[in-house]
């Protein structure tokens, strides 16, 4: 420190700090009152996340963020998985840790070459966790060359990083440091290992489920959901990207840059197609056996639902039935009359309240008792409901397919009798950065709802970005609570789908201005899209279902 001065906004409370050149975040946080709900995990320095040892040179606007926010429950997560990493290395050399997906309200792990994760591993990993943890270890960020990164990786065995590394070659090399292990992340991680003290493990699998503080309630961990059809969904998936030889961004680039980007477009494709097939089956025999005559499509945003449910429509014509297709979205209250989000003011169009149930209960009704029902039409530009000269009428071939996020709510469907079958979709995101590195499920729906809004609502990336929050919460109490009462799961996800989403959302991402709060996530998000090598959209058919979202599809929407 040289002595100069330089002036410090806190965005926290509203006030400034006069500090030293060369001063690190983690004595301003100290200068600042505690977080919320524990300690601070980084922070925002005019708007770019930064890890508490980074030192200001500059004036600065700064917002420190603690687990309750987004952004620090990934630095916790992150952090955690990085020193269970640890503990698994220290104890059994040659293993390696995988973090394979977010599942039960947490996360589904394994260890290589075990066929199970006994009770007696998992308190081995829990002492030697507590060792870790109450050591207060620091974890330590540099840039090292190319050659000594990849030399890193090479003495612990992680081809899965190398693989990263030489498909996308920098000079210098962000390397994280905890002891006598190495990791990359694409985010911040708290300083030290004794930021992460709440945790648990748990049997699961054949591996362990690993439980995190609530965001909302620090201080008390997730309680395990069962959630077993989710798993099945995420455990078919990842196995058969296991197989397909791309499991993980490296993989993926590699074949990508060996010419085979066509065969992977098809087979992920068929893929698809083979399970919608297999969908419609189902329902077919349930029609016959059952009388179902109502398909029910829930899912979060940005899952696909329309162009599934089209998809879904043209298997079910193959089998003799006749779909007839309604959306939700139409059965929205009048604008005026839309719930608002409490934490925004903003329009809540997640909430269960923003749709005329009563109406569509109605409607539904009348429907499959044979009636004639004239259906809305809902306006996103005015904001109103328009009705259909001509009514629908369902005959004695006619399946009904229903989607919309709160399809699977029993209360949407109260007055009907017993005649539904049920699908919960969303993009399960099926590859990963690393072992350690998963890429959220919902990063990959807000990269595909940034495109479509540029594209069908000429929304920028920063109006997206700032609804997103709002998004998530109304899934959260909406969508979530009811996936596991679907009679099927189908995970829309393609594999090769971000490195072709890459190509329209980097533009995006980058028009987001420095002077906003939501710089900072897309800056994350074009240091996560950097990894991958782009794929042109030439080849992907019209039938796809990325065509929902970048365009040139040939469904009617």
Known sequence: MNGKKIRIICENTGTSLLVEQGTPLSEVADRIAPGTAGPWLAAYVNNKIKE?????????????????????????????FFVLNKAVHDLWPGRKFHVKHSVSRGFYSEISESESVTPGMIEQIKARVGEIIAADMPI???KVLYDEARASYERLGYDDKIALLETRPRLYVSL???????????????PSTGYVGLYDLRPYYKGMHIAVPKRT??????????????FDVFAEYNAWVSIMGVANIGQLNTRIQGG?????????????????????DTVHEANRAKGTRIVLMSGPSSSGKTTTAKRLGIQ???LGLTPVL???????????KTPRDPATGDYDYESFDAIDHATFNDHLRRLIAGESVEVPRYDFITG??????NPLRLDERSILIVEGIHALNPALTASLPDVTFSIYLSAFTSIAMDNLSRIPTTDNRLVRRMVRDSVTRGADASATLKRWQSVRRGEERWIFPFQERADVMFNSSLFYELPVLKNSVVPLLRSVRNNIPEYGEARRLLKLLDFFVAIPPDEIPPTSILREFIGGSSFRY
């Open 260 to 280: 085979e980007t066509s065969d992977l477009i098809k087979v992920a494709e068929s893929f698809h197609e083979k399970k919608l097939a297999s969908i419609a």
């Open 316 to 318: 079910l014509r193959v």
């Open 384 to 389: 109103r409901r328009q009705w259909h000269e």
């Open 217 to 230: 309630d620090p201080q008390t961990l997730n309680s395990m959901v069962p959630q077993q059809k989710m």
């Open 326 to 336: 309604i959306s939700l979205d139409d059965y929205f209250v009048e604008r005026e």
């Open 140 to 142: 330590e960020r540099d």
């Open 176 to 190: 994280y440091t905890l002891d006598d292990t190495v990791g990359y992340f694409y985010g911040a991680l708290a």
């Open 52 to 80: 508490l040892p980074h030192t200001l040179f500059e004036p600065a606007s700064v917002r420190l963020i603690d687990i309750t926010h987004f952004e620090g429950q990934r630095v916790y997560e992150r952090t955690l």
